[in-house]
């Protein structure tokens, strides 16, 4: 079992930053995959990015690329997501969610576990 609990979302003008803390126990860490997602209200939960284990290769969702940055630190079995330059439209709930098989992966239904989620709220 894979407990994950997020952390550092909140209220931010547009333009600013803000970085989201995934906090794994539970397991060996740095044998899965860690990916983020986001829902906004009333849409799908759509992809950020993914991470593999040794944090060598990185999947980034096309539209986000250059704001976003994905990092992990296996010994605090911690994962981030730097986000810089928000928009309004970056309103979501930020979701953490691991992956038993260590391959990175934009794929919703491939993650075993998920966190309970992060606001993030930008204004204009």
């Known amino acids: 079992q894979v407990q994950l609990v997020e952390s550092g979302g909140g209220l931010v003008q547009a333009g600013g930053s803000l970085r989201l803390s995934c906090a794994a126990s539970?397991?060996?860490?740095?044998?899965?995959?860690m990916a983020w997602f986001r829902q906004a209200p009333g849409k799908e939960r759509e992809f950020v990015v993914a991470?593999?284990?040794?944090?060598?290769?990185?999947y980034y969702a096309d539209s986000l690329k250059g704001r976003f940055t994905i990092s992990r630190d296996n010994p605090k079995n911690t994962v981030y997501l730097q986000m810089n330059s928000l928009k309004p439209e970056d309103t979501a709930v930020y979701y953490c969610?691991?992956?038993?098989?260590?391959?990175?992966?934009?794929?919703?239904?491939?993650?075993?576990?998920w966190g309970q989620g992060t606001q993030v709220t930008v204004s204009s």
């Open positions: 991470i593999n284990w040794s944090g060598s290769r990185t």
């Open positions: 539970g397991r060996t860490f740095s044998s899965y995959a």
């Open positions: 969610a691991a992956r038993l098989v260590n391959i990175a992966s934009p794929i919703r239904g491939e993650y075993d576990y």
